[in-house]
């Protein structure tokens, strides 16, 4: 072979190497390593996440850290475990009390991070996590109730269910049940999910609403059936996530497990009808596409997504919505993925936050109020599922 022709074949060839993914920080990585990778470049200490500038126990955390777990466990990369490691070390003091956490104020958000105490402390045998954990139990055993027995939301918000607090906490008290041999605490999922459901399902458009005040004493109850008054998409996604979430812990032969198939079922043939049908994704508030001001919710709609995949792989949903859950993935990875020039990924069109009521300013559960929240991107309520589906799909 000539020096000219070997010199082509050689080119040719490091083309082909660099294509497929010769360097680590290629393009054709997993986007659940990419997204790991610039969430991990764009906040150096796991502290940091969630944009934040001093250390605080937030379910964002919890959130976002757990699926950087999975992705150590999937990769079998310790940088990802130990990245995530590092916020409950920096959190977990010695005597397993967390910093800025507080029992006494209820707040149910605040369970949410020690569901990734469980492979931390499963991994090193630290029995601080295990005080820590034990800790967060002890919450819910005290936990204020509304008459059903449904938990609060927090202690500022009275008598109050919100969506949310479902899977903050459901959840994590499946898999400490499943872990620590309490089968009482299967009960307790199965009753929080449904007086949940009781609650807030709306019989015409088979939604359910964002929250619910038992007493109808908030101004954005409902003052007969003391509903908020709008659907809220990350606030049904949430919901969903708990749903399919706690069946990897509860055993096969509990008489309500296929009560909990069935609601998971039901709000996921449910959700299909309010599609964009040109993009595929879910709007912020989810029934009124064609209302001024409404806009297309990344967050939401990876819950969706993440749920419908989960569901089906693990035979909890038909088929159907394995390829459903495959296509809405790719039409998100257009909607919301961006690439950006350092070569790190983001997400876009997250909505910060949103409640209802509060005293400095009152959230009223109105249209307007769910579109005037801030939106952003990279917020971890969308990273967080968005890892994890990429890695049910091995994308």
Known sequence: MS?????????????????????????????????ADSEMKRYPESWMVDFSDK????????????AIIKVAEKTGDEKYFNYAESYADTMVNEDGSIKTYQLERYNIDHVNPG?????????????????????LRSQMETHPRISNGGFWHKLIYPHQVW?????????????????????????E??????????????????LLYHGWDERREQRWADPVTGK?????????????????????FMPEDHPRRSHIIDLLN???????????PETGMWYQVTNLPDKEGNYLESSGSIMFVYTWVKGAQKGFLPAEFADKGATAYNQFLKQFIRENGDGTISVTNVCAVAGLGGEKIYRDGSFEYYISEPVRDDDPKAVGPFIMTSMLLER
């Open 189 to 206: 999922v199965v009753l929080q999910l449904t007086t949940a459901w009781e609650d807030l399902i709306d019989e015409e458009t088979g």
């Open 55 to 66: 250390i605080k126990w937030n379910y964002t955390h919890g959130l976002e850290l757990q």
């Open 115 to 135: 569901k990734m105490l469980f492979p931390v402390y499963g991994k090193t045998g630290n029995p601080k996590y295990l005080k820590a954990l034990q800790l």
């Open 266 to 276: 039901t709000i996921s043939t449910t959700i299909d009808q309010y599609r964009d």
């Open 3 to 35: 020096g000219k022709k070997t010199s082509v074949l050689l080119l040719v060839l490091i083309t082909i190497f660099l294509s497929c993914g010769g360097g680590k920080e290629t393009p054709l990585d997993p986007y659940y390593v990419r997204m």
């Open 228 to 248: 908020s008054p709008n659907f809220w998409s990350r606030s049904i996604g949430w919901y969903m996530m708990a749903l399919v979430d706690v069946l990897d």
């Open 163 to 187: 969506l949310d607090g479902l899977y903050m906490a459901c959840p994590f008290l499946a898999e400490y049940g499943k872990t620590f041999d309490e089968p009482a605490l299967f009960d």
